[in-house]
C-alpha cells in the first residue's frame, strides 16, 4: 500500500482494515504520511484534523492540540479546526488557551471585516474567562471589544452583571441606561428596576427616582416600580 498512499481507494481500504483491526497506531502513521505528501492546503487542514482525532482517541491530547495549532497556521480561520481545538482545550482545562483562542479568532474576523463573528468570538472569550478563569476584568476588556463591534443588548446586560458584582455602580448603571434604551417594552421595567438599584447604589437617589417616574407611565402595568414609587 506504500505505493499507492496518494490512492484514495486504496487508502479508505487500508483504513477500513485498520479500523475493523483497532490499530490506530497504523492509523495514525498513515494518515501522518497523508499529512506530508498532500499538496492542498484544504487537504492537509483536514487530514491534521484526522491525525489529531486519532490522538484523541489514544489519549494523546497534548499532540491532538499540536497537530491542530499546526492546521491553524496554515489555515488560520478553518472553522472545523477551530472547534476541534477548542474543544480539545476545554477538555484538558486548558481555559487561558481557549480564551486565547478565541480572541485570536475575533481578531483575524475584525481584520476581515466581519465585525458580527468578531464580536461573537469576543462574547466566547469573555465567558471563559468569567466562568472558567474567574478573571471578571478580562471579561470586561473583551466585552467591550464585542460591544464596539456590535452592541448588542445581552452584552451591555453581560457587563451591567460583572461591573455590578465588582461593586462598580456607575458603570453598571451606565450599560443599564443603554439596555434600557434597546429592550421591548415588555422587557423594560425589569430593566428599570436593575437601573434603579444601580444608580442608588452609585449615589445617585434622584436620578433613579427619575427613571421610574419614566417607566410608571408606559402602557405596560409596571406594579414592582409603582411599589418603589409610593
Known amino acids: 500500500f506504500e505505493e499507492d498512499a496518494d490512492d484514495e481507494a486504496a487508502i479508505a481500504r487500508l483504513v477500513a482494515i485498520y479500523r475493523s ?86 481578531e483575524l474576523a475584525a481584520e476581515a471585516g466581519e465585525t458580527s463573528g468578531a464580536a461573537a468570538f469576543w462574547s466566547r472569550a469573555a465567558e471563559v474567562e468569567l466562568e472558567a478563569c474567574g478573571a471578571p476584568r478580562r471579561a470586561v476588556e473583551a466585552l467591550e471589544r464585542a460591544l464596539a463591534l456590535d452592541p448588542k443588548p445581552e452584552t451591555h446586560d453581560a457587563l451591567a452583571r460583572i461591573h455590578q458584582s465588582l461593586g462598580e455602580h456607575r458603570k453598571s448603571a451606565d450599560h443599564l441606561e443603554a439596555l434600557r434604551g434597546l429592550v421591548g417594552v415588555d422587557a423594560r421595567p425589569a430593566v428599570t428596576l436593575r437601573l434603579y438599584d444601580a444608580l442608588v447604589a452609585a449615589g445617585q437617589g434622584p436620578v433613579a427616582r427619575q427613571r421610574l417616574e419614566e417607566d410608571a407611565a408606559l402602557p405596560v402595568l409596571a406594579e414592582p416600580i409603582y411599589e418603589r414609587l409610593t
Open 21 to 106: 483491526l483497532g490499530q490506530t497506531y497504523e492509523l495514525l502513521a498513515l494518515r501522518r504520511r497523508q499529512v506530508s505528501r498532500a499538496r492542498a492546503v484544504a487537504a492537509r487542514v483536514s487530514l491534521r484534523r484526522a491525525v489529531a482525532a486519532l490522538y484523541g482517541e489514544l489519549d494523546d491530547l497534548e499532540r491532538a492540540v499540536l497537530t491542530l495549532r499546526e492546521g491553524l497556521e496554515e489555515a488560520p480561520r478553518d472553522a472545523g479546526t477551530v472547534a476541534d481545538l477548542a474543544a480539545v482545550l476545554q477538555k484538558t482545562n486548558a481555559h487561558e488557551g481557549l480564551a486565547a483562542l478565541y480572541a485570536s479568532q475575533a
